[in-house]
Nanobody, 121 residues
Framework: QVQLLESGGGLVQAGGSLRLSCAAS????????MGWYRQATGKQRDLVATITSGGSTNYVDSVKGRFTISRDNAKNTLYLQMNSLKPEDTAVYYCNAWIQPLGSIRTNGYWGQGTQVTVSS
């Protein structure tokens, strides 16, 4: 059983910062690419940033220069440092990870439960 548990969301004023964390736990053989997605009310879930197991990163244009994705492979944990937050960043943020479970030859995609980020103007 593999689980992703997010934390760190909350309410912040525009211009403020938040740091999201996502801890992967369970029977994990290999943790591959990970990423953050977000879903605003009434909208589809969109990619925010991704990071490979080797540390290569990719960002959607709207967060470049403000958000930083990182990971601690020893702790199986993913982070998203969000600075200069804007009201349009308000959404539920989801962690995604591609994981090869112990005893399996397949890599599966997993999602966390989501954490709410609200940015007030």
């Amino acid at each position: 059983q593999v689980q992703l548990l997010e934390s760190g969301g909350g309410l912040v004023q525009a211009g403020g910062s938040l740091r999201l964390s996502c801890a992967a736990s369970g029977s994990i053989f290999r943790l591959n690419a990970m990423g953050w997605y977000r879903q605003a009310t009434g909208k589809q879930r969109d990619l925010v940033a991704t990071i490979t197991s080797g540390g290569s990163t990719n960002y959607v244009d709207s967060v470049k220069g403000r958000f930083t994705i990182s990971r601690d492979n020893a702790k199986n944990t993913l982070y998203l440092q969000m600075n200069s937050l804007k009201p349009e960043d308000t959404a539920v943020y989801y962690c995604n990870a591609w994981i090869q479970p112990l005893g399996s030859i397949r890599t599966n995609g997993y999602w966390g439960q989501g954490t709410q980020v609200t940015v007030s103007s």
